[in-house]
């Protein structure tokens, strides 16, 4: 089974553009969240999102957003970009869980640089 | 969901076990423990989880501790491609938790030969 895939892989953006950013899951996964790697910060949380509907979000700027479409596959949009946003960003996937553990699986990251 | 304290860094001979600690003294019962490994620049990997039996898979075996404060992570034989920043999270499921690991500084394992 193929594993979760992130496009593009780098991704080089001025201040004050936008960025869109797309994960696909691992096929029958429906549940999709996002984090953003710095040195600084490590690893954090921006969102996730389950059935096209964001169920959990991060402490992140409104700059920062999200969508799921019906095959499950998430994109995320950063405005008016900053030199801060300059980061890795990751995606995750998991099965549904029903209250039960929700192991989520990585995919390889985008690399975003800002100038 | 509770905090984990993990050794900022460890060495380990190739071959040998590397046994990774971790502290989470505030664990509910509800809540998992998971471990995940991330190798520079790549995406964090999913190692193993458990919730109070300890447990084993193809990478590695995990040992819950019976009040569930601290787990140990072993790697039975480290290989040179075992080198990576190794991350024990602690994780309820549901509710407020959906999707979100909260990930720490984690171990920084390094394997020599």
Not at chain 1, 68 to 90: C, H, I, K, P, W
Not at chain 2, 93 to 107: C, E, N, P, R, V
């Amino acid at each position: 089974k193929a594993g979760v895939t992130q496009t593009p892989r780098y991704l080089i953006k001025t201040r004050g553009q936008q960025v869109t950013l797309s994960c696909s899951p691992i096929s029958g996964h429906r549940s999709v969240s996002w984090y953003q790697q710095t040195p600084g910060q490590g690893l954090q949380f921006l969102f996730e999102y389950f059935s096209e509907t964001q169920r959990n979000k991060g402490n992140f700027p409104g700059r920062f957003s999200g969508r799921q479409f019906s095959n499950s596959r998430s994109e995320m949009n950063v405005s008016t970009l900053e030199l801060g946003d300059s980061a890795l960003y990751l995606c995750a996937s998991s099965l549904p869980s029903g209250g039960a553990e929700e192991t989520q699986y990585f995919g390889p990251g985008t690399r975003l640089l800002v100038l | 969901d509770a905090k984990t304290t993990q050794p900022p860094s460890m060495d380990c001979a190739e071959g040998r076990a590397a046994n990774l600690p971790c502290n989470h003294s505030t664990i509910s019962g509800n809540e998992y423990v998971y471990w995940y490994r991330q190798i520079h620049s790549q995406g964090p990997q999913y190692i193993i989880h458990g919730l109070k039996n300890n447990e084993t898979n193809e990478m590695a075996s995990l040992i819950i501790t019976e009040d569930r404060k601290s787990s140990t992570l072993i790697l039975p034989h480290a290989t040179l491609r075992d080198t990576a920043v190794y991350y024990c999270i602690v994780k309820r499921a549901g509710g407020t938790s959906y999707g979100k690991l909260t990930f720490g500084q984690g171990t920084i394992l390094t394997v020599h030969p």
